[in-house]
């Protein structure tokens, strides 16, 4: 009889312990899911530059603290700062704002003469640069940085491309050879 009244409390025991332990233990341990319950895509963060900003990291190490008056250990705050009284300006003075013109910067070659086509009225401009010699027409590129406008008798009129300034060259015209 005394053995079948411990049998029984056994019983209850584990009874008790196998409850506490199916609520307390069992809840710790993750859920797990099944395979055919994950999303197809799913969303990833919005990282814009994964990479560390090593520039803002090292200007952040080279900061030191500067006081600014208070002491950090007290709760007293510290007096207010004198306030300034503003001088009056003296009489402004009028300064002339001087704008400088954007100047054309010169023709890296030089203007030697100028021509017609004989069945045309398109004219010619011959300019040299040494040993080069370049014959360019009215409307088109001289070395591909100076279009030109116009030729005329004595100079012609070129625009440089990437500024749109506008400048003048003059003819120069070359002596005889010395004898």
Same mark, same amino acid.
């Given at each position: 009889?005394?053995?079948?009244?411990? =049998?029984?409390?056994?019983?209850?025991?584990?009874?008790? #312990?196998?409850?506490?332990? $199916?609520?307390?233990?069992?809840? *710790?341990?993750? &859920?797990?899911?099944?395979? *055919?319950?994950?999303?197809?895509?799913?969303?990833?963060?919005?990282? %814009?530059?994964p990479?560390?900003h090593?520039? #803002?990291?090292?200007?952040?190490?080279?900061? %030191?603290?500067?006081?600014?008056? /208070?002491?950090? $250990?007290? /709760?007293?705050?510290?007096?207010?700062?004198?306030?300034?009284?503003?001088?009056?300006?003296?009489?402004?003075?009028?300064?002339?704002?001087?704008k400088?013109?954007?100047?054309?910067?010169?023709?890296?070659?030089?203007?030697?003469?100028? *021509?017609?086509?004989?069945?045309?009225?398109?004219? =010619?401009?011959? $300019?040299?640069?040494?040993?080069?010699?370049?014959?360019? &027409? %009215?409307?088109?590129?001289?070395?591909?940085? $100076? /279009?030109?406008? /116009?030729?005329?008798? #004595?100079? =012609?009129?070129?625009?440089?491309?990437?500024?749109?300034?506008?400048?003048? #060259?003059?003819?120069?015209?070359? *002596? &005889?050879?010395?004898?």
């Amino acid at each position: 009889m005394r053995q079948k009244k411990q =049998l029984a409390v056994l019983a209850v025991l584990l009874l008790v #312990a196998g409850f506490i332990w $199916f609520l307390y233990l069992d809840h *710790g341990r993750p &859920a797990t899911a099944d395979a *055919g319950s994950l999303p197809q895509n799913p969303k990833l963060l919005s990282v %814009e530059n994964p990479q560390l900003h090593i520039s #803002a990291v090292e200007r952040a190490r080279k900061t %030191e603290y500067k006081s600014g008056g /208070r002491n950090i $250990f007290s /709760r007293e705050l510290p007096p207010p700062p004198a306030p300034i009284h503003p001088k009056p300006d003296p009489i402004p003075q009028i300064v002339p704002i001087v704008k400088e013109e954007p100047k054309v910067p010169p023709l890296p070659v030089k203007f030697f003469g100028f *021509g017609t086509v004989p069945n045309g009225t398109v004219r =010619l401009a011959f $300019f040299t640069n040494g040993e080069d010699i370049y014959v360019v &027409a %009215e409307g088109e590129l001289l070395l591909n940085r $100076f /279009r030109i406008l /116009r030729i005329g008798n #004595a100079n =012609l009129e070129y625009e440089e491309v990437s500024s749109g300034l506008r400048g003048t #060259a003059n003819l120069e015209e070359q *002596g &005889a050879p010395p004898p």
